[in-house]
């Protein structure tokens, strides 16, 4: 049974989220007989499974932990990674802007630890399908790996190869490129994408972006979009209410385009982000 249909209680199968103090985390998937080893203690899955969900649990040495369902932000940042991976705040918004859903075909490259690849298969459910190519055999196998874990595979499938080749998929809903230089392939994308559907992309330096929007603009791209997302957390104390005094100040800045028949020619001053998104 898929780990998304949870229960009033755990059950034993259930993938759960155990967090203990200063909010520490720890996803684990409930085994009758196994037992939970941490430095704070151990606890035993079968004093687990059957107990509703938010329960205060204390291990043998006394160190309490709430019982939880992991949100998938949860399970993204604590996935097993080998590579650099996109984070929840760009994630959300990527998929707002892609209308990754139930149903949706959606195609990635690179593949990496699989982080992005997550958030795609627990969207697009049993009906939609991820496409995710990969030039490393050995991140593949990490990504496989953490997506069995997370009973997500079967809505996978992972490709070995580099997407200099070009993609076997045609009319895809969707294509994420997350890889060094995402505008050397935009013929790939423009052949496997369907007409008005989402190309989207990350990229850590202005420069590149500049590279892609030049890429864009040379082939039948349009209603592009760029930005990047902050976010900043706040001390959750009601008397002293103030940011926390650390922040990710940057990831990367996010392209975003669709696919036209025909790019319409005044391109650049009618897709500004004034006209596009403020609201
Ligand atoms: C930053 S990682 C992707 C991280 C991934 N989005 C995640 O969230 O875990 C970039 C990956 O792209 C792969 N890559 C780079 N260029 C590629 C290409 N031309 N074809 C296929 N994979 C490529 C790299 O091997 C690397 O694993």
Redesign the pocket.
């Known amino acids: 049974m898929a780990w998304t249909q949870y229960e009033a209680v755990a059950r034993d199968g259930d993938l759960v989220q155990l967090l203990g103090k200063r909010h520490k985390s720890h996803i684990i998937r409930l085994r009758a007989g196994a037992v939970f080893q941490t430095h704070r203690g151990e606890l035993r899955h079968d004093d687990i499974i059957g107990k509703p969900w938010g329960t205060r649990l204390v291990s043998h040495t006394g160190s309490p932990f709430f019982l939880m369902r992991p949100g998938l932000s949860d399970l993204i940042t604590q996935i097993k990674?080998n590579?650099?991976?996109?984070y929840p705040k760009d994630i959300g918004y990527i998929v707002m802007i892609m209308g990754i859903g139930p149903g949706v075909r959606v195609l990635?490259?690179?593949?990496?630890?699989?982080?992005?690849?997550t958030a795609f298969a627990y969207l697009v459910g049993d009906s939609g399908k991820v496409i995710s190519?990969?030039?490393?055999e050995q991140?593949q196998n990490l990504?496989r790996n953490n997506l069995r874990n997370l009973d997500l595979l079967d809505r996978v499938e992972l490709k070995s190869?580099?997407?200099?080749d070009g993609f076997d998929e045609r009319d895809m809903d969707a294509i994420f490129l997350?890889?060094?230089?995402p505008y050397d392939?935009i013929p790939q994308v423009k052949a496997s994408l369907k007409l008005g559907g989402f190309l989207g992309t990350i990229l850590p330096t202005t420069n590149q972006v500049s590279r892609m929007l030049a890429a864009l603009y040379a082939d039948d791209f349009a209603f592009i979009e760029v930005c990047e997302i902050m976010l900043r957390f706040y001390k959750p104390d009601y008397e002293r209410l103030r940011p926390t005094d650390r922040m990710v100040a940057h990831t990367g800045y996010l392209v975003f385009a669709r696919s036209v028949m025909e790019r319409p020619v005044d391109d650049l001053s009618d897709n500004t982000m004034e006209e596009n998104n403020v609201s």
């Open positions: 990674r590579t650099q991976i996109m990635e490259a690179g593949t990496g630890s699989g982080a992005l690849t190519y990969e030039r490393r991140m990504a190869g580099d997407i200099l997350d890889i060094p230089n392939y």
